[in-house]
């Protein structure tokens, strides 16, 4: 390598570090937002649609909130956490299974879980756009 082509790579590599390193910031801060949006559905500061199995009409939006069910001391369901949703569980009687996103939005569309086994009639099923349900994935997988 000559000397006049060393500073020129040089220059090169750093350029190229500073644009990977704001491409990093810059995924996770469009993360954090995505986190951020889906713990407000999970909280039901912002409003969900959903109804229960058998019924004609939506549920009204205050009983859709996932932490009614699933989190404090009236807790009828257990806390959604990334352990609890990413490792390989027994639930409900079936062979162990895990979570991913896809099969995380089938359940709260229709009540399927991983292993096929259906969930009970309490929880309400959710009707939801993608967006939405990758917000609640990543605020609850990764908390
Ligand atoms: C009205 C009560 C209720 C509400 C509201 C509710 N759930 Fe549930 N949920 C349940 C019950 C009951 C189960 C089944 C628990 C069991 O099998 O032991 C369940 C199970 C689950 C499971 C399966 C957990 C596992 O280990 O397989 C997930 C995931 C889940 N709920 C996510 C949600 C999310 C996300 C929301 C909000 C969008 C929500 N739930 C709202 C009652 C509720």
Same mark, same amino acid.
């Given at each position: 390598? &000559?000397? !006049?082509? @060393?500073p020129? $790579?040089?220059? %090169?590599?750093? %350029?190229?570090?500073? *644009?990977g +390193?704001? *491409?990093?910031?810059?995924?996770?801060?469009?993360? !954090?937002?995505?986190?951020e =949006?889906?713990? =407000?559905?999970?909280?039901?500061? @912002?409003?969900?649609t959903? @109804?229960l199995?058998?019924?004609?009409?939506d %549920?009204?939006?205050?009983?859709?909130?996932?932490?009614?069910?699933? &989190?404090?001391?009236s807790?009828?369901?257990? =806390?959604?956490?990334?352990e @609890? +949703?990413?490792?390989? +569980? #027994?639930? /409900?009687?079936?062979?162990?299974?895990?979570?991913?996103?896809a099969?995380?939005?089938?359940? $709260? /569309?229709?009540?399927?879980?991983?292993?096929?086994?259906l969930?009970?009639r *309490?929880?309400?099923?959710y009707?939801? #756009?993608?967006?939405?349900? /990758?917000?609640?994935? $990543?605020? $609850? &997988?990764?908390?």
């Amino acid at each position: 390598m &000559s000397r !006049a082509t @060393r500073p020129l $790579l040089l220059g %090169l590599a750093g %350029l190229a570090a500073t *644009a990977g +390193l704001a *491409a990093a910031t810059q995924h996770w801060q469009e993360r !954090a937002r995505w986190q951020e =949006a889906g713990q =407000a559905l999970y909280e039901g500061s @912002r409003p969900l649609t959903a @109804r229960l199995v058998g019924h004609e009409q939506d %549920l009204p939006p205050q009983a859709t909130r996932c932490v009614n069910c699933h &989190s404090g001391s009236s807790a009828i369901a257990p =806390a959604l956490t990334p352990e @609890r +949703l990413t490792r390989h +569980l #027994p639930r /409900r009687g079936g062979p162990p299974s895990r979570y991913d996103e896809a099969s995380f939005c089938r359940l $709260l /569309r229709s009540g399927v879980d991983p292993a096929w086994v259906l969930l009970p009639r *309490a929880m309400p099923r959710y009707t939801l #756009p993608d967006r939405e349900c /990758r917000e609640l994935w $990543l605020a $609850l &997988s990764t908390r």
